[in-house]
Protein backbone atom coordinates (compact mmCIF):
# COMPACT_ATOMS: atom_id res chain seq x y z
CA UNK A 1 0.00 0.00 0.00
CA UNK A 2 1.08 3.38 -0.71
CA UNK A 3 2.67 5.24 2.42
CA UNK A 4 -0.43 7.54 2.57
CA UNK A 5 -2.89 4.66 2.87
CA UNK A 6 -3.72 2.07 5.46
CA UNK A 7 -4.97 -1.33 5.23
CA UNK A 8 -8.50 -1.27 6.91
CA UNK A 9 -8.23 -5.24 7.81
CA UNK A 10 -6.07 -8.26 6.33
CA UNK A 11 -8.24 -11.49 6.66
CA UNK A 12 -12.24 -12.42 6.83
CA UNK A 13 -14.63 -9.38 7.24
CA UNK A 14 -18.04 -10.68 7.64
CA UNK A 15 -21.20 -8.87 5.75
CA UNK A 16 -23.17 -9.22 8.53
CA UNK A 17 -26.79 -9.98 8.29
CA UNK A 18 -29.47 -7.43 9.85
CA UNK A 19 -31.91 -9.52 12.36
CA UNK A 20 -35.51 -8.38 12.26
CA UNK A 21 -38.43 -9.81 14.41
CA UNK A 22 -42.10 -8.21 14.10
CA UNK A 23 -41.43 -5.98 11.19
CA UNK A 24 -38.38 -4.03 13.32
CA UNK A 25 -34.55 -4.87 13.71
CA UNK A 26 -33.70 -7.30 16.31
CA UNK A 27 -31.20 -5.67 18.29
CA UNK A 28 -31.02 -8.82 21.14
CA UNK A 29 -30.17 -10.98 17.88
CA UNK A 30 -27.85 -8.71 16.72
CA UNK A 31 -25.63 -8.43 19.64
CA UNK A 32 -25.87 -12.48 19.66
CA UNK A 33 -24.38 -12.68 16.23
CA UNK A 34 -21.97 -10.13 17.08
CA UNK A 35 -20.46 -11.87 20.03
CA UNK A 36 -20.15 -15.04 18.00
CA UNK A 37 -18.37 -13.42 15.35
CA UNK A 38 -15.41 -11.78 17.56
CA UNK A 39 -15.66 -15.14 19.51
CA UNK A 40 -14.80 -17.32 16.47
CA UNK A 41 -11.91 -14.54 15.37
CA UNK A 42 -13.52 -13.00 12.76
CA UNK A 43 -11.31 -10.05 11.47
CA UNK A 44 -13.51 -7.13 10.59
CA UNK A 45 -17.64 -6.63 10.42
CA UNK A 46 -19.31 -5.13 7.84
CA UNK A 47 -22.82 -3.73 8.55
CA UNK A 48 -25.64 -2.60 6.71
CA UNK A 49 -23.91 -3.96 3.30
CA UNK A 50 -26.18 -6.18 0.40
CA UNK A 51 -26.47 -9.17 2.97
CA UNK A 52 -27.80 -6.60 5.77
CA UNK A 53 -30.82 -5.29 3.63
CA UNK A 54 -29.50 -2.30 3.58
CA UNK A 55 -31.73 -1.15 0.55
CA UNK A 56 -34.70 -1.96 2.75
CA UNK A 57 -33.43 0.38 6.29
CA UNK A 58 -35.11 3.47 6.41
CA UNK A 59 -32.57 6.03 7.15
CA UNK A 60 -33.16 6.00 11.22
CA UNK A 61 -33.00 2.43 11.52
CA UNK A 62 -29.48 2.54 9.23
CA UNK A 63 -28.42 5.43 11.56
CA UNK A 64 -29.84 3.24 14.62
CA UNK A 65 -28.44 0.47 13.60
CA UNK A 66 -24.83 1.67 12.78
CA UNK A 67 -24.71 3.42 16.32
CA UNK A 68 -25.60 -0.09 18.02
CA UNK A 69 -23.23 -1.98 16.68
CA UNK A 70 -20.37 0.83 17.32
CA UNK A 71 -21.67 0.80 21.11
CA UNK A 72 -21.57 -3.42 21.08
CA UNK A 73 -18.12 -3.94 19.27
CA UNK A 74 -16.45 -1.35 21.38
CA UNK A 75 -13.43 -0.94 19.39
CA UNK A 76 -12.70 -5.35 19.55
CA UNK A 77 -12.81 -5.38 15.53
CA UNK A 78 -12.66 -3.04 12.60
CA UNK A 79 -16.01 -1.77 11.49
CA UNK A 80 -16.76 -0.62 7.99
CA UNK A 81 -20.59 0.93 7.43
CA UNK A 82 -22.62 -0.18 3.65
CA UNK A 83 -22.50 3.85 3.05
CA UNK A 84 -23.51 3.37 -1.07
CA UNK A 85 -26.66 4.48 -2.64
CA UNK A 86 -27.46 5.32 -6.23
CA UNK A 87 -27.90 8.99 -5.03
CA UNK A 88 -24.18 10.28 -4.46
CA UNK A 89 -25.56 13.02 -2.09
CA UNK A 90 -27.44 10.82 0.15
CA UNK A 91 -24.35 8.57 -0.15
CA UNK A 92 -21.64 11.55 1.32
CA UNK A 93 -24.89 12.09 4.06
CA UNK A 94 -24.44 8.98 5.48
CA UNK A 95 -21.18 8.57 5.10
CA UNK A 96 -20.53 11.46 6.85
CA UNK A 97 -22.44 10.06 9.69
CA UNK A 98 -20.47 6.82 9.43
CA UNK A 99 -17.33 8.34 10.16
CA UNK A 100 -18.95 10.94 12.91
CA UNK A 101 -19.54 8.18 15.02
CA UNK A 102 -15.80 6.49 14.98
CA UNK A 103 -16.73 3.62 11.69
CA UNK A 104 -13.28 2.64 10.47
CA UNK A 105 -13.92 2.34 6.75
CA UNK A 106 -17.50 2.45 4.46
CA UNK A 107 -18.18 0.08 1.98
CA UNK A 108 -19.42 2.17 -1.34
CA UNK A 109 -21.35 0.16 -3.80
CA UNK A 110 -21.22 1.67 -7.11
CA UNK A 111 -24.56 3.72 -8.53
CA UNK A 112 -27.48 1.40 -9.40
CA UNK A 113 -30.47 1.62 -11.19
CA UNK A 114 -29.36 5.11 -13.04
CA UNK A 115 -26.10 3.40 -13.42
CA UNK A 116 -23.29 6.11 -14.68
CA UNK A 117 -20.31 6.44 -17.13
CA UNK A 118 -16.78 5.33 -15.81
CA UNK A 119 -16.59 9.59 -15.34
CA UNK A 120 -19.96 9.81 -13.97
CA UNK A 121 -18.24 6.71 -11.27
CA UNK A 122 -15.06 8.46 -10.59
CA UNK A 123 -16.76 11.50 -9.53
CA UNK A 124 -19.21 9.81 -7.60
CA UNK A 125 -16.70 8.11 -5.22
CA UNK A 126 -14.26 11.06 -5.35
CA UNK A 127 -17.23 13.76 -4.20
CA UNK A 128 -17.85 10.77 -1.48
CA UNK A 129 -14.21 10.43 -0.38
CA UNK A 130 -13.17 14.17 -0.65
CA UNK A 131 -16.53 14.50 1.64
CA UNK A 132 -15.60 11.43 4.62
CA UNK A 133 -13.05 11.75 7.10
CA UNK A 134 -13.33 7.73 7.30
CA UNK A 135 -11.65 5.98 4.22
CA UNK A 136 -13.25 4.41 1.08
CA UNK A 137 -14.09 0.89 -0.04
CA UNK A 138 -15.36 0.34 -3.26
CA UNK A 139 -17.63 -2.60 -3.39
CA UNK A 140 -17.90 -3.22 -7.40
CA UNK A 141 -20.91 -6.27 -7.83
CA UNK A 142 -22.37 -6.18 -11.54
CA UNK A 143 -24.61 -8.17 -11.22
CA UNK A 144 -26.41 -6.59 -8.82
CA UNK A 145 -26.15 -2.50 -9.80
CA UNK A 146 -25.64 -3.43 -13.60
CA UNK A 147 -22.37 -1.10 -13.28
CA UNK A 148 -19.09 -2.38 -13.69
CA UNK A 149 -16.05 -0.96 -12.31
CA UNK A 150 -13.08 -1.55 -15.23
CA UNK A 151 -9.36 -0.75 -14.97
CA UNK A 152 -9.16 2.54 -16.30
CA UNK A 153 -11.74 3.60 -13.27
CA UNK A 154 -9.41 1.70 -10.85
CA UNK A 155 -6.21 3.56 -11.66
CA UNK A 156 -8.05 7.02 -11.28
CA UNK A 157 -9.82 5.52 -7.69
CA UNK A 158 -6.41 4.17 -6.72
CA UNK A 159 -5.02 8.07 -7.03
CA UNK A 160 -6.90 9.19 -4.22
CA UNK A 161 -5.74 9.27 -0.69
CA UNK A 162 -9.16 8.14 0.83
CA UNK A 163 -9.83 5.80 -1.67
CA UNK A 164 -8.24 2.86 -0.06
CA UNK A 165 -9.35 -0.66 -0.84
CA UNK A 166 -11.81 -2.32 -3.64
CA UNK A 167 -14.10 -5.65 -2.52
CA UNK A 168 -14.65 -7.00 -5.92
CA UNK A 169 -17.32 -9.40 -6.81
CA UNK A 170 -17.33 -9.07 -10.34
CA UNK A 171 -16.43 -12.96 -10.53
CA UNK A 172 -13.66 -12.38 -13.51
CA UNK A 173 -10.53 -13.69 -12.04
CA UNK A 174 -8.39 -12.21 -15.07
CA UNK A 175 -9.46 -8.86 -14.88
CA UNK A 176 -8.88 -9.05 -10.87
CA UNK A 177 -5.44 -10.00 -11.91
CA UNK A 178 -5.27 -7.16 -13.99
CA UNK A 179 -6.16 -4.82 -11.40
CA UNK A 180 -3.72 -6.41 -8.31
CA UNK A 181 -0.98 -6.01 -10.79
CA UNK A 182 -1.49 -2.48 -11.90
CA UNK A 183 -3.44 -0.90 -8.66
CA UNK A 184 -2.23 -3.45 -5.63
CA UNK A 185 0.04 -0.88 -4.51
CA UNK A 186 -2.94 1.79 -3.84
CA UNK A 187 -5.53 -0.34 -3.21
CA UNK A 188 -6.13 -3.42 -0.92
CA UNK A 189 -8.61 -5.99 -2.66
CA UNK A 190 -10.84 -7.97 -1.29
CA UNK A 191 -13.13 -11.10 -2.57
CA UNK A 192 -16.67 -10.29 -2.75
CA UNK A 193 -17.38 -14.21 -3.40
CA UNK A 194 -16.81 -16.57 -0.99
CA UNK A 195 -15.89 -19.59 -3.40
CA UNK A 196 -13.01 -17.06 -4.96
CA UNK A 197 -11.06 -16.75 -1.48
CA UNK A 198 -8.34 -18.58 -2.29
CA UNK A 199 -7.58 -17.44 -5.82
CA UNK A 200 -8.12 -13.81 -4.51
CA UNK A 201 -5.25 -14.62 -2.19
CA UNK A 202 -2.89 -16.56 -4.45
CA UNK A 203 -3.21 -12.89 -6.84
CA UNK A 204 -2.87 -10.91 -3.89
CA UNK A 205 -6.06 -10.07 -2.24
CA UNK A 206 -5.78 -9.33 1.37
CA UNK A 207 -8.61 -11.42 2.23
CA UNK A 208 -12.79 -11.24 2.33
CA UNK A 209 -15.86 -9.93 2.37
CA UNK A 210 -17.93 -13.30 3.40
CA UNK A 211 -21.58 -13.81 3.56
CA UNK A 212 -20.72 -17.48 4.61
CA UNK A 213 -18.85 -16.54 6.96
CA UNK A 214 -22.31 -15.60 9.65
CA UNK A 215 -22.04 -18.97 9.45
CA UNK A 216 -19.28 -20.45 9.77
CA UNK A 217 -16.59 -17.49 11.34
CA UNK A 218 -13.95 -19.88 12.99
CA UNK A 219 -13.73 -21.62 9.62
CA UNK A 220 -13.18 -18.90 7.09
CA UNK A 221 -10.82 -16.54 9.40
CA UNK A 222 -8.48 -19.99 9.38
CA UNK A 223 -8.77 -20.29 6.01
CA UNK A 224 -6.98 -16.39 5.37
CA UNK A 225 -4.97 -17.05 8.74
CA UNK A 226 -3.59 -20.32 6.91
CA UNK A 227 -2.69 -18.37 3.68
CA UNK A 228 -0.94 -15.56 5.21
CA UNK A 229 0.62 -18.30 7.76
CA UNK A 230 2.26 -19.72 4.43
CA UNK A 231 0.14 -23.09 5.98
CA UNK A 232 -1.35 -23.03 2.00
CA UNK A 233 -2.13 -26.89 2.59
CA UNK A 234 -4.61 -25.62 5.22
CA UNK A 235 -6.04 -22.73 3.62
CA UNK A 236 -6.69 -25.04 0.62
CA UNK A 237 -8.05 -27.60 2.81
CA UNK A 238 -10.61 -25.82 4.48
CA UNK A 239 -11.65 -23.70 0.89
CA UNK A 240 -12.57 -26.84 -0.67
CA UNK A 241 -14.05 -28.49 2.82
CA UNK A 242 -16.25 -25.53 2.93
CA UNK A 243 -17.12 -25.03 -1.10
CA UNK A 244 -20.25 -26.74 -0.92
CA UNK A 245 -21.86 -24.59 1.67
CA UNK A 246 -20.50 -21.72 -0.12
CA UNK A 247 -21.99 -22.40 -3.25
CA UNK A 248 -25.39 -23.44 -1.09
CA UNK A 249 -25.36 -19.69 0.29
CA UNK A 250 -26.15 -18.44 -3.12
CA UNK A 251 -28.53 -20.85 -4.43
CA UNK A 252 -31.21 -18.05 -3.90
CA UNK A 253 -31.03 -14.47 -4.29
CA UNK A 254 -28.69 -13.35 -0.49
CA UNK A 255 -29.46 -13.01 1.51
CA UNK A 256 -32.56 -15.38 1.75
CA UNK A 257 -29.82 -18.45 2.47
CA UNK A 258 -27.64 -17.11 5.19
CA UNK A 259 -30.42 -15.64 7.25
CA UNK A 260 -32.72 -19.34 7.02
CA UNK A 261 -29.52 -21.13 7.79
CA UNK A 262 -28.93 -18.52 10.72
CA UNK A 263 -32.78 -19.53 11.54
CA UNK A 264 -31.99 -23.21 11.51
CA UNK A 265 -29.07 -22.42 13.56
CA UNK A 266 -31.20 -21.10 16.11
CA UNK A 267 -29.63 -17.71 15.65
CA UNK A 268 -32.25 -15.12 14.91
CA UNK A 269 -35.45 -15.22 13.76
CA UNK A 270 -34.71 -15.46 9.78
CA UNK A 271 -37.22 -13.11 8.79
CA UNK A 272 -36.73 -10.87 5.76
CA UNK A 273 -37.87 -8.17 3.96
CA UNK A 274 -39.71 -7.72 0.84
CA UNK A 275 -38.76 -8.14 -2.28
CA UNK A 276 -36.84 -10.51 -0.05
CA UNK A 277 -39.17 -13.98 0.84
CA UNK A 278 -38.68 -16.94 2.54
CA UNK A 279 -36.66 -20.01 0.68
CA UNK A 280 -38.23 -22.31 -1.68
CA UNK A 281 -39.30 -25.55 -0.10
CA UNK A 282 -37.06 -27.77 -1.51
CA UNK A 283 -33.94 -25.13 -1.24
CA UNK A 284 -34.59 -24.91 2.18
CA UNK A 285 -34.58 -28.69 2.58
CA UNK A 286 -31.33 -28.84 0.69
CA UNK A 287 -29.84 -26.16 2.96
CA UNK A 288 -31.08 -27.90 6.21
CA UNK A 289 -29.49 -31.40 4.86
CA UNK A 290 -25.87 -29.39 3.81
CA UNK A 291 -26.13 -27.60 6.94
CA UNK A 292 -26.64 -31.11 8.84
CA UNK A 293 -23.50 -32.59 6.91
CA UNK A 294 -21.52 -30.01 8.35
CA UNK A 295 -22.57 -30.76 11.64
CA UNK A 296 -24.49 -27.34 11.71
CA UNK A 297 -27.58 -28.45 13.04
Not at 51 to 77: F, Q, Y
Not at 139 to 149: A, D, G, I, W
Not at 158 to 179: Q, R
Request: hydrophobic share 40%.
Amino acid sequence: MSKNKQSIFKGTATALVTPFADGKIDYIALERLIERQIDNGIDALVIAGTTGEASTLSDVEHRELLLATKHIVNGRVPLIAGTGSNDTAHAIETSRYAASIGYDALLVVTPYYNKATPQGLIKSFYAIADASSAPVIVYNVPTRTCCNVTLPVYRELAKHDNIVAVKEAGGNISAIAELLCECGDNLDVYSGNDDQTLPMLSLGGKGVISVVSNIIPKEMSALCRSWFEDDTKQSRHLHQSYLTLMKMMFCEVNPIPVKTALCLMGLCEGDLRLPMCEMEPENRERLKRALANYGLV
